[in-house]
């Protein structure tokens, strides 16, 4: 069977798109999926992220691919590691402008539009709701959410968001990711959360894996 297609997209920076695929890769992985992780933008975060651990130390145990450069025609390089993978997860750049997000979620089962609390994630995300809903023209099984990164669960914000973010359309995730310093550590180590041992990374760990069974049951 091909494997099903996961975008991570957004149209800002920093809301942790390359942060979610690299983890989601990690649980699916855990759960025994062949998984590929594709690298779409040119910051190429992933492609630095997979090559990070040190001499020695155990790094991410999942291919990452550098598809940035395939521009428009990235949804034909992707097809290339379809029959080979069960679940692949695109990185997503950022600029909604760019034909790449587009091309991606016609290709896609899921987008998963991560956002934070901040009202600038919102305005964004309700570019990104257009976007999605024009590649649903044609990729009518293509299904989409909202997921709450870096949240502070007691600010009033953070409510009033998920409300707004509910009324653009698409779902929440029902499991959110709060800010644990431990993302940032993962990524200078080459690591994800999944294989570090501290309190906060076991926590954060709990979270992933939730995320992704959520995604999981998403898939047809
Ligand atoms: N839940 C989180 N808690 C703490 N730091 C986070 C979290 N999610 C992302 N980050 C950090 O925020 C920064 C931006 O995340 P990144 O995944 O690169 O975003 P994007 O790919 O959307 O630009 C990185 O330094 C990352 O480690
Ligand atoms: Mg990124």
Redesign the pocket.
Known sequence: MAAEIIAIT?Q?????????AMHLGAAFHEKKKRVLVVDA?G?N?LVHWSSAASDGASGIPFPVVNLSEAGGQIHREIKKFVNDYDIIVV?CP?SITEKVSGVVLLAASVAVI?TSSSPADYWSSVGLVKLVQQAQVMNEDLRAVFLL??TEEKRMLTRELKVALEELGFPLLKTQ?????C??QA?ALGQTVLQMTDRGSRLAATEIRAVADEILGMLP
């Open positions: 957004q800002k920076g920093g809301v942790g798109k390359s942060t979610i933008d910051q975060t990185d950022p991560p990164n870096k990711i709060p800010t644990r310093e993302y940032k990524m």
